[in-house]
């Protein structure tokens, strides 16, 4: 029997914009992610790589389709049971880290726990497992304009990965780390799959992309290729050099 997938997407298209001056980000795109899968997504500039993300995870609405997580229907959640959705079940990580300056790294990464009810000690105690995983338990004191730019990183991809998510959404997560470190982190984000949990890449590196189970490309806001399972880094760079 198939299992229902953790994400789908069904027919999503997002439209900004009205008339003449619409913009069309997704049109019609279906994809499904399943537990224990990591799914990779790649294309130029534009594609609408960010934006489907963004649906992925309840930041943004689709003008049309369904975006399904867990079996909800995210369009029809009220702002509270997304809200909900988000702590319990979503890990984001941004491009743009969005650490909360006024908190430690530890304190960062443990805040979702916190909202939703655990105890700090034992929010805290879960989120030094966390950055443990990423590899810098040292810095759970310090505070983000403490931390180089990786650092960051790292403190927002334990924040992602903490607790028991169910579908971890991550946007170049390696953007702002060094090879090596970039590989570390791409490490976790497959054990998390491995363990059962669903992951949605962006990325434009074609060697972090053969991490994944499958890739799928963007062009235009459609999908126009996805590779077989798993895909390897040569045929990874032909099918981008096609799209």
């Known amino acids: 029997m198939t299992t229902s997938p953790i994400l789908l997407l069904d027919n999503?298209?997002?439209?900004?914009?009205?008339?003449?001056?619409?913009v069309r980000a997704l049109d019609g795109v279906t994809l499904e992610?399943?537990?224990?899968?990591?799914?990779?997504?790649?294309?130029?500039?534009?594609?609408?790589?960010?934006?489907?993300?963004?649906?992925?995870?309840?930041?943004?609405?689709?003008t049309s389709g369904r975006v399904v997580v867990e079996g909800s229907d995210v369009g029809a959640m009220s702002l509270r049971d997304l809200a909900a959705l988000r702590r319990r079940s979503l890990g984001f990580v941004f491009q743009d880290f969005n650490l909360i300056p006024s908190l430690t790294a530890?304190?960062?990464?443990?805040?979702?726990?916190?909202?939703?009810?655990?105890?700090?000690?034992?929010?805290?105690?879960?989120?030094?497992d966390s950055l443990e995983a990423v590899g810098i338990a040292e810095l759970a004191d310090r505070y983000p304009e403490h931390m180089s730019g990786g650092q960051q990183q790292r403190v927002a991809i334990?924040?992602?990965?903490?607790?028991?998510?169910?579908?971890?959404?991550?946007?170049?997560?390696t953007g702002a780390l060094d090879s090596q470190t970039g590989e570390a982190v791409l490490r976790v984000l497959r054990a998390r799959c491995d363990a059962g949990a669903g992951g949605l890449l962006v990325t434009h590196e074609?060697?972090?992309?053969?991490?994944?189970?499958?890739v799928?490309?963007?062009?235009?806001?459609?999908?126009?290729?996805?590779?077989?399972?798993?895909?390897?880094?040569?045929?990874?760079?032909?099918?981008?050099?096609?799209v």
Do not use: C, Y
Request: proline content about 5%.
């Open 12 to 22: 999503v298209s997002r439209v900004h914009g009205h008339d003449e001056t619409a």
């Open 33 to 62: 992610v399943h537990a224990g899968e990591l799914v990779a997504v790649m294309g130029p500039s534009g594609s609408g790589k960010s934006t489907l993300l963004n649906l992925a995870g309840g930041l943004d609405q689709p």
């Open 106 to 128: 530890a304190e960062n990464v443990a805040l979702p726990l916190e909202l939703d009810g655990l105890r700090v000690g034992k929010a805290l105690r879960i989120a030094l």
């Open 158 to 173: 334990a924040r992602a990965l903490v607790g028991n998510r169910r579908l971890v959404l991550a946007d170049e997560p």
């Open 206 to 214: 074609a060697r972090h992309a053969a991490w994944a189970d499958r």
């Open 216 to 242: 799928v490309f963007l062009r235009d806001g459609v999908i126009v290729d996805t590779t077989g399972t798993p895909p390897s880094a040569e045929s990874l760079l032909d099918s981008a050099a096609a």
